[in-house]
């Protein structure tokens, strides 16, 4: 069976670091993570936390 990981890999935390800092893309690839249950456990919560990230900063950029 699957089982939870008892520490994220590191590609996990490397995505993860990159996307608090406002990297769009890794923000992207977290939200697909979540999605589809890759390196982590399927949430769609969260993809949608990250999802809402990526728009809030595309549109921050087209404003300026």
Known sequence: GTYPLSKPTA???RMLYAAK???ALEQ?????SY???YL???????ASVWVND?????????DT
């Open 40 to 46: 982590v456990s399927k949430c769609i919560e969260k």
């Open 54 to 62: 990526i728009a809030g900063f595309v549109t921050h950029e087209s």
């Open 21 to 23: 800092r406002g990297n």
């Open 35 to 37: 999605e589809g249950g």
């Open 11 to 13: 590609e996990f935390s």
């Open 28 to 32: 992207r690839n977290l939200a697909v």
